[in-house]
């Protein structure tokens, strides 16, 4: 923030303050890693950005090109490590904190997240409010409703002419998961579902019984808490 040569206020100086205050490490600090988003965690990893792009802003890239948490913990190494403003000791620290997290869910089962309704999957995924362009995810189930995964299959305008059923499922089957929930968002922030939403829902329940794989639902994320389940409404099930 430049602030005028001429004079700086008291409400200058507050509004500096505040603006220091929503850092991710001051907001960690104040409010505890829960409330922080996923790029302002990736970006406290990552520490600094490059030139011209603070690292709040490279965090928010990266989530973005890689289709979220579960893309780019997928990425490997070698090939993380080439991207601008990542490199070598960042890919490592990167890396190192996936697989962390990947070794506490295989030794902690117990702990995972556990959905039991819609309103569960709509905050499990909330981040999904934010985006400015429709993202489909799936939250992927075992036999007691915990949470294995929660990876991004499609970004942009969904509809039955471009979902392949066979790379929505691919996670589900390699993860060998129970049961799965769709969702996504209306950037709109009005969740009421589309022809297209209902068609494509029908759409994968049936590839879901071929597959042995139990689709609860299908969660849409709209604006603030507003989300619409279709299978609470009858719609595609």
């Known amino acids: 923030m430049t602030l005028p040569a001429e004079t700086t206020s008291h409400g200058d100086y507050l509004k500096i ?40 802003h490279l965090a928010e890239h990266l989530l973005a090109n890689f289709g979220g948490l579960g893309g780019l913990a997928r990425q490997p190494f070698n090939e993380l490590k080439q ?76 509809h039955t002419t471009v979902i392949r059923v066979t790379e929505l499922f691919r996670e589900a089957v390699r993860q060998n998961c129970a049961a799965l929930i769709l969702a996504h968002n209306h950037p709109s922030g009005d969740p009421t579902p589309s022809p297209e939403d209902i068609a494509v829902t029908r759409e994968i329940v049936q590839a879901g019984k071929v597959l042995d794989i139990d689709v609860l639902d299908h969660v849409v994320i709209g604006a603030g808490d507003r989300f619409y389940s279709l299978k609470e409404h009858g719609l595609g099930f």
Not at 119 to 143: C, F, I, N
Request: hydrophobic share 40%; glycine share 6%; proline share 4%.
């Open 17 to 56: 303050a505040v603006d220091k205050n929503q850092r991710p490490r001051e907001r960690l600090r104040a409010h505890g890693a829960i409330a922080l988003k996923n790029e302002e965690l990736i970006a406290i990893l990552l520490r600094t950005g490059t030139r011209g792009e603070n690292v709040l």
């Open 83 to 158: 991207l601008k403003g990542i490199g070598e000791v960042k890919a490592i620290e990167l890396n190192a904190a996936f697989e962390l997290g990947r070794r506490m869910l295989i030794e902690s089962p117990e702990e995972r997240p556990i959905v039991r309704s819609p309103e569960d999957a709509a905050k499990l995924l909330a981040d999904m409010r934010a985006s400015e362009q429709e993202v489909m995810r799936t939250v992927l189930l075992d036999t007691k409703n915990r949470v294995l995964a929660t990876p991004t299959i499609y970004r942009g305008s969904l």
